[in-house]
């Protein structure tokens, strides 16, 4: 058992970084691309990599996600109808598409922003 340890964690590592590519392919991918290149007429994600950096970023990351976003390069659909972990995974597969340093986001971060009855037409790029 002992030497079967590393190799269970090997395994339960992949699956969930599986599983965050997984829930990008299907929710994600269609717009912004297998790695947030963007899908025309879909944005690509590159110049989300700045907002990982301050406390208003991150916020804004979590509500685009929650509630979608309406702006010039049209409307994406909000997802909270996915679990606060897979959120988490999906803000988490973006930042490492994009090579950005920064905490990894926890699912209490999803939590907290949820049940404000926002609108996409009505999340703002701080
Ligand atoms: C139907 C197409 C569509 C889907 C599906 C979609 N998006 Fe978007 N997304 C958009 C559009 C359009 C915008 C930009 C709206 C605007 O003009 O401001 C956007 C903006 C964003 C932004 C903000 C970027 C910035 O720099 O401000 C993030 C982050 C994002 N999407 C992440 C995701 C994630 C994660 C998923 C999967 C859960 C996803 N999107 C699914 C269309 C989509």
Redesign the pocket.
């Known amino acids: 058992m002992k030497r079967l340890l590393p190799f269970l964690l090997l395994l339960g590592f992949s699956a969930l970084a599986q599983g965050a590519e997984g829930?990008?392919a299907r929710?994600?991918a269609?717009?912004?691309g297998e790695k947030a290149q963007g899908v025309r007429p879909?944005?690509g994600?590159g110049?989300?990599a700045s907002?990982l950096a301050t406390p208003e970023g991150r916020r804004?990351?979590v509500l685009?996600?929650l509630y979608g976003?309406?702006?010039?390069?049209?409307?994406?659909?909000g997802?909270a109808q996915?679990k606060d972990e897979e959120l988490a995974a999906?803000?988490n597969h973006?930042m490492a598409l994009l090579k950005a340093k920064g905490e990894p986001f926890k699912p209490e971060e999803i939590k907290k922003e949820r049940g404000q009855n926002l609108a996409p037409d009505q999340i703002k790029?701080p």
């Open positions: 829930l990008w929710y994600c269609q717009c912004h879909y944005p994600l110049e989300a907002l804004y990351l685009v996600v976003k309406k702006g010039a390069s049209g409307l994406m659909p997802f996915l999906l803000l973006l790029r």
